[in-house]
T-cell receptor, first 112, second 112 residues
Framework: ETGVTQSPTHLIKTRGQQVTLRCSSQ?????VSWYQQALGQGPQFIFQ???????GRGNFPPRFSGLQFPNYSSELNVNALELDDSALYLC???????????FGPGTRLLVL | GQQLNQSPQSMFIQEGEDVSMNCTSS?????WLWYKQDPGEGPVLLIA?????ELTSNGRLTAQFGITRKDSFLNISASIPSDVGIYFC????????????FGKGTKLTVNP
């Protein structure tokens, strides 16, 4: 059984740029959630995707957007990057109706 | 937004000692999850709790879902050096929201 994978592992961008992060869900899972984790904090929910549609969103601006594909993999896109967007971005997958979420290793984003 | 109060913030213990940490909230949760996160990695699921009063063990780890559904604790018995890391509680709120709300974490240091 393949776990959750994310790419890239690390990324450096400059303010104002755009970034795309990718996530492959665990085998058998159909739901993907994205979280932002600032240094020294717990993960904060960004949004969740199920059946290729957004299914719940946290307190993040519209410049954070996402996609889910038919194979349940997902992308997180962030436009007009700001310095405060520097964080570890975590993807978690789950099976709809089961609350247990399994996390990937994360993508470390640094905005300069 | 919803808050989970996790305590203690950090712990310094000797190898072989038992550890206890907890999370409380003013909100009611349907699910409690405990994760461990090592530096630069994603959270790894330790224990999942689905019913009020449930007591579940995973090796040396034991966790309980509080009767009021507003709290949970995690115990680690006979700690070993590899227990070092940050432990997070996470809950799914009553009402069907799919997002997980996280505590700020408990940083555990084990001295050999």
């Amino acid at each position: 059984e393949t776990g959750v994978t994310q790419s890239p592992t690390h990324l450096i961008k400059t303010r104002g740029q755009q970034v795309t992060l990718r996530c492959s869900s665990q085998s058998g899972h159909n739901t993907v959630s994205w979280y932002q984790q600032a240094l020294g904090q717990g993960p904060q929910f960004i949004f969740q995707y199920y059946r290729e549609e957004e299914n719940g969103r946290g307190n993040f601006p519209p410049r954070f957007s996402g996609l889910q594909f038919p194979n349940y993999s997902s992308e997180l896109n962030v436009n007009a990057l700001e310095l405060d967007d520097s964080a570890l971005y975590l993807c978690a997958s789950s099976r709809r109706g089961r609350e247990t979420q399994y996390f990937g290793p994360g993508t470390r984003l640094l905005v300069l | 937004g919803q808050q989970l109060n996790q305590s203690p913030q950090s712990m310094f213990i000797q190898e072989g000692e038992d550890v206890s940490m907890n999370c409380t909230s003013s909100s009611i949760f349907n699910t409690w999850l405990w994760y461990k996160q090592d530096p630069g990695e994603g959270p790894v699921l330790l224990i999942a709790l689905y019913k009020a009063g449930e007591l579940t063990s995973n090796g040396r780890l034991t966790a309980q879902f509080g009767i009021t559904r507003k709290d949970s604790f995690l115990n680690i018995s006979a700690s070993i050096p590899s227990d070092v890391g940050i432990y997070f509680c996470a809950g799914q709120l009553e009402g069907g929201s799919e997002k997980l709300v996280f505590g700020k974490g408990t940083k555990l240091t084990v001295n050999p």
